[in-house]
């Protein structure tokens, strides 16, 4: 069955340290992947997707995300955390039986300074 | 506008009282999708529209849930008789075309949804 998995419901991080938000997934096709961020009360934003190519892709607010597919992960990192990337963090990939996104439970990132 | 709207941001009624949550899209996106998320939890798909063809309403929970898509554009989700599971966020998200699932879907802020 196609799935995705954040194994972690949170994470903390001290400011200025590097961050990783872990997400697995399991298709039966090539993978899209799609990672989403979600600040308080509000609907949630793109930050960044695989779809073919450099296994590094970078995303916006300084994000960027490891495609592995041997381990078939695509871990959500960033080399220096700030305060304000404190949210929920949510990874979808795409069911290839309709094309829809199938989502993660979230891992709500939290940053201390 | 430049982002997807829904109105009512907040909605509080009573159970057993019929609901209308309102989504309008970025202009130009033909594909649009709603969810439901619960408090503290991922999304659950409910329905989708793509264009002029039939939606795909897979998600929704119960014969009570429905929605529609008006010239391709505006979309209502209806719950009628609600029931206080239904308390949630639902998101509405729009995308360009859905084609081979890899466009990036642009969310609205939502309407929370409490049924007393």
């Known amino acids: 069955a196609q799935s995705v998995a954040q194994p972690e419901d949170q994470v903390n991080v001290a400011e200025g340290n590097p961050l990783t938000v872990k997400c697995t997934y399991s298709v039966s096709g090539n993978p899209y992947l799609f990672w989403y961020v979600q600040y308080p009360n509000r609907g949630l934003q793109f930050l960044l997707k695989?779809?073919?190519?450099d296994n590094l892709v970078k995303g916006s607010y300084g994000f960027e995300a490891e495609f592995n597919k041997s381990q078939t992960s695509f871990h959500l990192k960033k080399p220096s955390a700030l305060v304000s990337d404190s949210a929920l963090y949510f990874c979808a990939v795409r069911d290839d039986s309709n094309y829809q996104l199938i989502w993660g439970a979230g891992t709500k990132l939290i940053i201390k300074p | 506008g430049a982002g997807v709207s829904q109105s009512p941001s907040n909605k509080v009624t009573e159970k057993g009282k019929d609901v209308e949550l309102r989504c309008d899209p970025i202009s130009g996106h033909t594909a649009l999708y709603w969810y439901r998320q619960r408090l503290g939890q991922g999304l659950e798909f409910l329905i989708y529209?793509?264009?002029?063809?039939?939606?795909?309403k897979s998600g929704l929970p119960s014969d009570r849930f429905s929605a529609e898509r008006t010239g391709g554009s505006v979309s209502t989700l209806t719950i009628q008789r609600t029931q206080q599971e239904d308390s949630a966020v639902y998101l509405c998200?729009?995308?360009?075309?859905?084609?081979?699932?890899?466009?990036?879907?642009?969310f609205g802020d939502g309407t929370r949804l409490s049924i007393l």
């Open positions: 998200a729009s995308s360009l075309a859905h084609g081979q699932g890899n466009q990036p879907q642009h």
């Open positions: 529209f793509q264009g002029n063809s039939a939606p795909d």
């Open positions: 695989y779809i073919t190519g």
